[in-house]
């Protein structure tokens, strides 16, 4: 069963994270939440759900105007051919639906049978954005505090510099 924003929030609450939590319209893709999010401080980001031929996924999370070059990381992963994960592969694995992807995702997976990669240039910004399992809302935390989350409720996330188109 998929943790709901309550459960996500709880947690946060329970690891001493401090983050705020913004309600808004429904946001499915970056160009909305650009458009619509208001002034949410901190750096926003995207998510990108992925899964190799032979079955190898990945949640690479970057920040929302990196054009990630799937090519490139076939090659740093030498994994074959990269393509995106369908919606029904992303609500089992991960519990959520487009336009709701996000780091706080990977507590559904349960089997721990993605692997989170976390852009380091992302990390370098000293607060984050992501939303909470839905898409009508943003929280706001630490990089920190978000490493030290994923850490403790999944499994180490990747860091990495995530190639980017030119």
């Not at 705020?20 to 949410?40: A, M, N």
């Not at 991960?94 to 992302?122: C, H, I, Q, R, Y």
């Amino acid at each position: 069963m998929a943790l709901s924003p309550e459960q996500l929030c709880a947690k946060l609450d329970e690891m001493q994270i401090i983050y705020q939590y913004h309600e808004h319209q429904p946001l499915h893709t970056v160009e909305d939440s650009q458009k619509f999010r208001g002034e949410i401080e901190g750096g926003h980001c995207k998510n990108l759900f992925l899964k190799t031929k032979k079955g190898q996924l990945f949640l690479i999370v970057v920040l929302e105007d990196w054009r990630v070059d799937l090519k490139q990381l076939e090659k740093i992963f030498a994994v074959g051919r990269i393509s995106f994960g369908k919606p029904e592969l992303l609500m089992e694995k991960l519990g959520v639906e487009p336009g709701s992807v996000t780091p706080f995702a990977a507590l559904n997976d349960l089997e721990k049978e993605v692997t989170v990669v976390l852009d380091k240039s992302m990390l370098e910004q000293e607060k984050l954005n992501y939303h909470p399992l839905v898409n009508t809302a943003t929280v706001t935390l630490g990089s920190k505090d978000l490493l030290r989350f994923i850490v403790a409720n999944h499994k180490e996330p990747m860091q990495m510099h995530v190639p980017q188109k030119e």
